[in-house]
């Protein structure tokens, strides 16, 4: 399972920390990502972390501002967003895929969590 949390309302230029915690399974054996679903649109690739180097990928929106990382001793994965804009608001949901690839679609990822909503207005 996982469990997302770290959401709420920021205003334009801030920042906030996303975090996702993994229980029953080890995340260091699993790409991650991160998505995002804006009202009324599709779910998004944001950003990823390869399992087998830990190679990374960033959407061309958040290029510069978002950085992903993981903590394999804690088990849990991080979305730190800087110079949050109006359009970085949605739904942001991790996800784990087994030996997984980055990128990769949202249909290869085994685990989702439940999301965490990030409003981003003045």
């Known amino acids: 399972q996982l469990q997302a949390s770290g959401g709420g309302l920021v205003q334009p230029g801030g920042s906030l920390r996303l975090s996702c915690a993994a229980s029953?399974?080890?995340?260091?054996?699993?790409?991650i990502g991160w998505f995002r679903q804006a009202p009324g649109k599709e779910r998004v690739g944001v950003s990823c972390?390869?399992?087998?180097?830990?190679?990374?990928y960033y959407a061309d929106s958040v290029k510069g501002r978002f950085t992903i990382s993981r903590d394999n001793g804690k088990n849990t994965m991080y979305l730190q967003m800087n110079s949050l804009k109006p359009e970085d608001t949605g739904v942001y949901y991790c996800?784990?895929?087994?030996?997984?690839?980055?990128?990769?679609?949202?249909?290869?990822?085994?685990?989702w969590g439940q999301g965490t909503l990030v409003t981003v207005s003045s």
């Open positions: 029953e399974f080890t995340l260091g054996n699993y790409a």
């Open positions: 996800a784990a895929s087994y030996g997984g690839t980055c990128p990769a679609p949202s249909t290869r990822y085994d685990s």
């Open positions: 972390i390869s399992t087998s180097d830990d190679s990374t």
